[in-house]
């Protein structure tokens, strides 16, 4: 979609769900930091679409934090952001979700350092009927999560439109729309509810992917999606919305922008050759793979898979190829069934420990996929490769 700035009487750039702060406990602690990173690093992009677009304004819609106090390093990383930039002529304006709720020992409250040290431009929303103008032509209406949860709509605090108000009205709150299926009932916001205020736009935040809830209604009411994903399984992650509203007409115009770097994805291997294939695809830097193993190998296999498993996720001295590799083997199995041969003439007393061994491994108890790997290992040792 290209909009000339003639056609155009206000655009502007929605954001959510940032979450900055969030923690991967199911990651090692080097790929925890550079998903964590991530979450930081993605704000250049969205305030450099924001600038290459010519927006006139910045809607960050909530759960901008993962926590209503996080620790320093965010909130500053956060503040050298905005301070880096001239936000002047395109005010930024940031909206507490239910993931940092606006509270008086919160990020967002006046005595703590981080709003003290908001640059000119950028805005808290901070009260229930916060309005502000938005360029000559527009105004946003906006109200904060207070709490973690609540079973009141918060959209029912923006204030319908009055006769002869010809303004464009853009509505920004954090809550559910109630189509989500397991809806929770936290901050719900019912399909009518932008037509109700008499909003051209509802900027909001909560879901994870890109919608418009629903697709195609007078109104637009859109989820912008997480900038980055913050799981697997989040599909339509990784976007901002880039909003005009046509100076003839009424309903704004949306254009998904890609701002995030990673893509959450989970893959299945059941030979050696769809793992060999799985390392010859593009763009693995920029994955955050799941990759469940499914084989049951002979020792020269298991010791290929190891391999290539090495040169996917790399080692304490070389990258992998995959950006953050997550490696599921409870279903990665080394076969001893044919090992006899290669532990022939082996001494008395390391033929005593490799028939113990094979006696565990096909026992099938608790300890029987240990005991295979103690015969790979040994299986290796008699080859030279250890």
């Known amino acids: 979609m290209s909009q000339g700035d003639s056609d155009v009487a206000l655009k502007l750039l929605h954001t959510a769900d940032w979450h900055l702060g969030m923690r991967f406990p199911s990651f090692s602690e080097e790929h925890q930091r550079t998903l964590m990173r991530a979450r930081m690093d993605v704000l250049d992009s969205i305030f450099g679409a924001a600038e290459s677009a010519g927006v006139d304004a910045v809607l960050c819609a909530g759960d901008l934090f993962d926590d209503p106090l996080p620790a320093d390093p965010w909130w500053q990383g956060l503040l050298e952001r905005l301070k880096a930039r001239d936000w002047s ?11 940092d709720p606006l509270t008086n020992k919160s990020v967002w409250a006046s005595d703590h350092p981080f709003r003290r040290g908001l640059p000119d431009g950028v805005h808290v929303v901070d009260r229930d009927d916060f309005e502000a103008p938005l360029s000559d032509c527009g105004v946003l209406l906006a109200a904060p999560c207070r709490t973690r ?52 736009y509802l900027a909001i935040g909560d879901t994870h992917a890109f919608r418009e809830v629903p697709p195609g209604a007078p109104v637009p009411t859109v989820y912008p999606s997480a900038p980055e994903p913050t799981k697997f ?40 050759a769809d793992l060999r294939a799985l390392g010859a695809e593009g763009d693995l830097a920029t994955k955050v793979m799941r990759l469940h193993v499914e084989l049951d190998a002979t020792p020269p296999e298991y010791e290929a898979v190891e391999a ?10 070389t990258h992998g190829r995959v950006g953050v590799l997550q490696v599921d083997r409870s279903r990665l199995r080394l076969r001893t069934d044919d090992l006899e041969a290669a532990f022939d003439g082996l001494p008395d007393e390391l033929a005593q420990v490799v028939a113990r061994l094979q006696a565990q491994a096909e ?15 040994l299986y290796r040792s008699v080859r030279g490769n250890d």
Do not use: C
């Open 89 to 99: 002529q395109r005010p930024v304006f940031l909206l507490p979700g239910n993931h």
């Open 149 to 200: 949860a609540g079973q009141s709509g918060l959209w029912k605090n923006l204030p319908r439109r009055e006769a002869g108000d010809e303004r464009i009205r853009v509505g920004m709150i954090h809550g559910q729309t109630t189509d989500i299926e397991g809806f929770q009932n936290t901050f719900p916001i019912p399909a009518e509810a932008a037509e109700d205020r008499g909003l051209d």
């Open 308 to 317: 290539l498993l090495r040169t996917l996720g790399g080692t304490d001295a």
């Open 363 to 377: 026992s099938g108890g608790e300890d029987a996929e240990a005991a295979k790997r103690a015969l790979y290992h």
């Open 233 to 272: 399984g989040e599909q339509d992650a990784g976007y901002v919305a880039l909003v005009f509203f046509p100076r003839n007409g009424r309903r704004a115009l949306l254009r998904k922008e890609r701002v995030g770097r990673w893509r959450w994805v989970e893959r299945t291997v059941r030979s050696v």
